[in-house]
Nanobody, 119 residues
Framework: QVQLVESGGGSVQAGGSLRLSCVASIFTCRNYAMSWFRQAPGKERELVSSIGVSGTTNVADSVKGRFTISLDNAKNTVYLRMNSLKPEDTAMYYC?????????????WGQGTQVTVSS
């Protein structure tokens, strides 16, 4: 069973920075993409950023220029560097692994890590 473990969340003041990490274990499919989503109270879960094994990235307009996603293939780890944080970035951040192999085609989610930005 694939497991995703996020870390790096916390409480910071506006303008501060955090780096989230997500380690994916127990999967062998090498055709995959990893993403960060977030969900604020009372709102729907939204995509923040994603990255494929080729390095192609997708970034939400709301965080463009402030957040950077990166992937360490060897460690099965995706990172989200968050700079210039704003109170509206406060949310639970979730890591997602999407696999695209014939023997493993699916989506897996981590348990989430809380990010709180105070003004």
């Amino acid at each position: 069973q694939v497991q995703l473990v996020e870390s790096g969340g916390g409480s910071v003041q506006a303008g501060g920075s955090l780096r989230l990490s997500c380690v994916a274990s127990i999967f062998t499919c090498r055709n995959y993409a990893m993403s960060w989503f977030r969900q604020a109270p009372g709102k729907e879960r939204e995509l923040v950023s994603s990255i494929g094994v080729s390095g192609t990235t997708n970034v939400a307009d709301s965080v463009k220029g402030r957040f950077t996603i990166s992937l360490d293939n060897a460690k099965n780890t995706v990172y989200l560097r968050m700079n210039s944080l704003k109170p509206e970035d406060t949310a639970m951040y979730y890591c997602k692994l999407a696999t695209y192999c014939s023997y493993d085609y699916g989506a897996y989610w981590g348990q989430g890590t809380q990010v709180t930005v105070s003004s």
